[in-house]
């Protein structure tokens, strides 16, 4: 394996980014980046239990300062080995605003501060599966160009349409603000492919999860029922699973693999876009 190099995971304290840092510890020493600080010392006790050598920093991906300061102390740890983007907000509980400010704008920050870092590196972002139900048109790619433009937050929002279904409409407003954010992150991926590339050729991937039981999802639990027979397996997934197969695709041997956004959601997408057979 070489030297052991950091390894990064914003946003992890719960779910699957507590799960990816786990999952990455094999590699080298980790670096867990968070908001909320009892949960980030939660988030190293576990980690420690668990026998990885980690640290902890406080980040909020949505002030480019934050995250500026997040990286340099992570370059000083270690040479930087694979930078996981797990931090994000979901529709239930934040506003669209702040949808934005994290979800979009904060992917922007974080590539951008560890890009000086990167040497044969990976970044990986995630995305969603409800990244690909927003139709993305031309417009929007216009305003994507310029995540630190000083009214990017109101021109993302005035492009986002109202919806028509009313299964969707019951969700709110945040919703259509989630679905858009994602779809910019699997998109923002696939922007970036060169500019990683040169850094002695770094590469960035995105993964779309489904339905996996997370603090996130737990806050739905009146729908988890539903939400799981909309699955091939009639069930939500565990994030294991996803960390598993993080930790595979940033593993050596897959330096081909860049550029693309990995669905991992149980078949949910397939089954509601595609006629099955039966």
């Known amino acids: ?14 779910g699957m980014g507590l799960e990816t840092a786990k999952a990455l510890a094999k590699f080298g020493p ?42 340099e102390y992570a370059a000083g740890i270690a040479p930087i080995g694979n930078v996981v983007n797990a931090a994000g907000v979901d529709f239930d509980n934040a506003s669209s ?29 995630y995305s969603s599966i409800t990244g690909y139900y927003y139709q993305m048109k031309k417009e929007d790619i216009e305003v994507w160009k310029h995540p630190e433009a ?22 709110g407003p945040e919703y ?11 998109w923002y991926t696939m922007a970036n492919v060169v500019r990683v590339a040169r850094k002695n050729n770094s590469r960035i991937l995105s993964i779309a ?10 806050g739905q639990a009146d729908y988890l029922d539903s939400i799981a027979k909309g699955t091939a397996f009639g069930r939500i997934g565990q994030p294991e699973e996803m960390a598993d ?31 099955q057979f039966e």
Request: charge should be negative; glycine fraction near 10%.
């Open 1 to 14: 394996m070489g030297e052991k190099r950091l390894q990064v995971v914003t946003g992890g304290t719960s």
């Open 30 to 71: 980790v670096l867990v980046g968070g908001r909320n600080e009892k949960r980030l010392e939660h988030a190293m006790d576990y980690l420690k239990a668990a026998g990885a050598e980690v640290y902890g920093k406080t980040c909020d991906i949505s002030n480019p300062e934050s995250v500026q300061e997040f990286a």
């Open 97 to 125: 605003e702040l949808i934005v400010k994290i979800n979009i704008q904060g992917t922007h920050f974080v590539l951008e501060a560890f890009l000086p870092y990167l040497n044969h590196s990976s970044i990986l972002n």
């Open 150 to 171: 000083e009214d990017f937050c109101e021109k993302v929002l005035a492009l986002i349409p109202e919806p028509t279904d009313p299964r969707v409409a019951r969700l």
């Open 176 to 186: 259509g603000t989630y679905t858009c954010s994602k779809r910019f992150v699997i």
């Open 209 to 218: 999860p489904g339905s996996f039981m997370t603090p996130m999802l737990e």
């Open 245 to 275: 197969l993080i930790a595979g695709l940033l593993d050596e041997g897959h330096e081909y693999l860049t550029g693309c956004d990995i669905i991992m959601d149980g078949g949910k997408f397939a089954m509601s876009t595609t006629e």
